[in-house]
């Protein structure tokens, strides 16, 4: 009977392992709720060998939200060819990917788990927000947005945020339909703002101008259209109620 010879790792391999340990580990159960002794166990080796490499938990659980946030972030890459809507499906599939395959670890990262209150972990989450905030405007077009737009895009990644937190506490909504449903919020948002400036007017309608009938963004329109035989006829307020 022969028995293997554990190889031993240099310092930044294993580093790189125990981090990956984990992430795993905060991705299927919440931070607060693993111990360094289970981190230990599932690395194959002890307890004050974690410590040789990391001071305590909290600076682990640190240096695994950064991989978390850094491989967030770049779900929202994405080649800057085609229709925006096309683009943008994609990048949710992908966000939604991270959602469903970390779990604990993607709540823990946007709610801070045991870092709250960490000015490490919050810098961490607002990089990535940050990220796929360059990301969508360098998608639009816009070297310099105005600030309409500022708002349109972050408003819509909190709410991709929001929603796949909501999503998470149960999956109650199939994850395809949550994808195409913020893509379509996305369209709403700067939609409602155009309504307002003239100039958020001119970004929406050279990206509608750019979208097939069959693309997502049609697909939202043809939707809208789908309710036009329920809509009264006459004003939405009454005339006398209408603000002067």
Known sequence: MTTGVRRRMGVDERRQQLIGVALDLFSRRSPEEV??????????????????????????????????????????LEPPEGPLGARLLRVMGRFFDFVDEHGPGFSALMRGGPAVGSSTANAMIDGVRQAAYEQIITHLG?????????????????????????????????????????????????????????EMAGIVLRVLSQEPADGPFGDLLARL?????????????PAQRLPR
């Open 142 to 198: 816009v070297t310099e947005p105005p600030a309409r737009l500022e708002l349109v895009v972050r408003s819509w990644v909190s709410l991709a945020e929001s929603t796949a937190l909501i999503w998470l506490d149960g999956r109650r909504i199939p994850r395809a339909e949550l994808e195409t449903q913020l893509v379509h919020d996305f369209a709403a948002l700067a939609a409602v703002s155009a309504a307002y400036d003239q």
């Open 225 to 237: 259209s789908t309710l036009a035989p329920d809509v009264p006829a006459g004003p939405v307020v």
């Open 35 to 76: 111990s360094i002794d289970e981190i230990a166990a599932a690395a194959g080796i002890s307890r004050p060998l974690v410590y040789h490499y990391f001071p305590g938990k909290q600076s682990l659980y640190e240096a695994a939200l950064r991989r978390a946030a850094d491989e967030l972030a770049a779900r929202f």
